[in-house]
């Protein structure tokens, strides 16, 4: 069964990233991941989106969702076709929207969260964060900036749409794994000065131990029309890869 196209547009999204240390990374991603590495590290992460007039492509936006979200992101390649092929492994996915609790890991790619979103956002200055039905909290307090932090192991802003290539996403659903790829319509960023930010799941040092993961910048992506492809099919791996 195919699902179909989704449209809708990203009204703003933040990528929070981080380094880590691969050796530890490795222990908590399953095969056929395997982490993607940048100057010997490893990069996992924080997406905070805001989607608006999510619906099936070519129904009007009217009918169409809005939610807050966020997604725990691990960078990983796996061979597939005697190619090396690289995205980005979801751990776990939090929603202020209780639908996507119901559809996600059934109807819809990835299980969600349900969890209660903070968002003040005000002449270039962003305070976004949430705390889920389990208690995974995350926030980030940053601002618009002209400058890319000189202290990321990217050096660059290009660098830095790390990204951008691997657009497909896995989440981990019984005895497989489910796709979503996301095609934005255009990919265009701009850097975020952060004055504070945390994460229960990157702090939780039964998971990454003391001095194994650091923050290392923040993008911001805003007004972006977009879609999301999937599939269920389990003939296609590319798509669904099995355990």
């Known amino acids: 069964m195919r699902i179909p196209t989704i449209h809708g547009y990203i009204d703003r ?11 530890v990374v490795k222990k908590i991603i399953p095969a056929p991941f395997r ?19 999510i619906k099936p492509k070519g129904l009007p936006d009217l009918i169409g969702v809005n939610s807050e979200n966020g997604a725990h992101r691990i960078a990983v390649e796996w061979d597939e076709d005697n190619e090396t092929k ?6 776990r996915r939090d929603t202020s929207l209780k639908l996507n609790t119901i559809v996600g ?14 968002v003040e956002e005000k002449d270039g200055h962003y ?20 400058n890319f932090n000189r202290q990321s192991i990217f050096e660059t802003l290009e660098n830095a749409s790390f990204f951008e290539k691997g657009d497909w996403g896995y989440s981990p659903n019984g005895d497989q794994f489910d796709g979503l790829q996301l095609k934005a ?15 229960s799941f990157f702090e939780n040092k039964d998971i990454f131990p003391e001095g194994s993961v650091a923050f290392d910048n ?26």
């Open 35 to 53: 982490p993607k590495i940048y100057r010997d590290k490893a990069i996992v992460g924080i997406c905070l989106i805001r989607l608006k007039h």
């Open 86 to 91: 690289s995205g980005v492994y979801i751990p």
């Open 218 to 243: 923040a993008l911001l992506m805003t007004q972006v029309e977009h879609e999301w492809r999937t599939t269920v099919s389990k003939q296609q791996p590319g798509r669904n890869i099995k355990k």
């Open 13 to 23: 999204r933040i990528l929070i990233n981080f380094v880590a240390d691969p050796d």
């Open 185 to 199: 319509y255009q990919w265009k960023v701009h850097p975020l000065e952060v004055l504070n930010v945390r994460s």
């Open 105 to 118: 890991g059934r109807f819809f790619p990835g299980k969600h969260y349900l969890a209660k979103f903070k």
């Open 127 to 146: 305070h976004v964060g949430f705390k889920s039905s389990d208690a995974t909290e995350i926030f980030i307090d940053a601002r618009e900036t002209a």
